[in-house]
């Protein structure tokens, strides 16, 4: 029967082991010591080196362990600390934000919730903010930034956001006047992010870069809420009204925090 090489290898290694113990603890002369450990020495020497070398082999593997449990920790660290670094950001934004709609007196003539933006839809027309009936919205409350401009009105209520519909929608119109014209319109979304005031009478005077507000009429919003700038005036000899594009006051890709008007 033919003895597998690695039995073999074992073998010679326990001989050799014992032979040295032996050697050692027994009472040899030196110079037979000397010969034996003279011709021994590679094998010692290999023997040594493949031990040491197992050695470093594990206590590298040991090391590599314990550096990937410090990298992921260290990851975990990283992680909470740019999540805690973003929060603040927001905060400190949410902060500004607030101190700007108290700088105008907001908080004076409007009862407010603050919101945040979660989603755009400018195909539609419409924004979702992150407060809802839990925070006491219902359908129709005005969305003001917090430099008083308006950006809309909640169209649909869930319990913890709702739906915007932007002063753009083609399903908006509300009334509208320019500013120091006594003109009084109906502002009404066209889609796609523009809006145009109609049924402006044909007498008043109105020019490119006029403020358009919100009026009283309707009471769909309260009065003076800024709504844009007027551009390209159309006019008809044989109509009874003339009409203009309006130049919303509001970038609808720059929105981050709006202000629901729960009471005015």
Do not use: C, H
Request: hydrophobic residues 45%; aromatic residues 10%.
């Amino acid at each position: 029967m033919k003895l597998p090489s690695s039995f073999k290898i074992g073998l010679i290694s326990v001989l050799l082991i014992s032979f040295f113990i032996v050697l050692n603890l027994t009472g040899f002369s030196k110079e037979i010591k000397n010969f034996f450990y003279l011709i021994s020495s590679p094998i010692q020497k290999t023997f040594w080196r493949a031990g040491d070398n197992m050695s470093d082999f594990f206590e590298a593997i040991s090391q590599s362990k314990n550096l990937k449990k410090e990298n992921e920790e260290l990851k975990l660290k990283i992680q909470a600390f740019l999540a805690e670094n973003i929060a603040l950001k927001d905060l400190k934004k949410e902060n500004e934000i607030l101190r700007e709609a108290l700088g105008i007196g907001l908080e004076k003539n409007f009862k407010l919730v603050i919101s945040q933006i979660i989603g755009k839809d400018i195909s539609s027309d419409t924004i979702l903010v992150n407060k809802g009936l839990n925070d006491g919205l219902t359908p129709g409350l005005p969305v003001i930034t917090s430099q008083k401009i308006l950006v809309g009105k909640i169209s649909e209520v869930y319990k913890n956001f709702s739906k915007v519909m932007i002063i753009s929608n083609k399903e908006s119109s509300f009334d509208a006047e320019i500013e120091n014209r006594e003109a009084i319109g109906i502002a009404k979304g066209k889609g796609g992010l523009k809006l145009y005031l109609d049924f402006i009478p044909k007498e008043k005077e109105i020019l490119e870069g006029d403020i358009v507000v919100t009026s009283a009429l309707g009471g769909i919003f309260p009065k003076g809420l800024l709504v844009g700038q007027i551009k390209d005036i159309k006019r008809s000899d044989i109509e009874p009204f003339q009409q203009a594009e309006i130049s919303p006051f509001f970038n609808i890709k720059e929105l981050e925090t709006l202000f629901i008007l729960i009471n005015w």
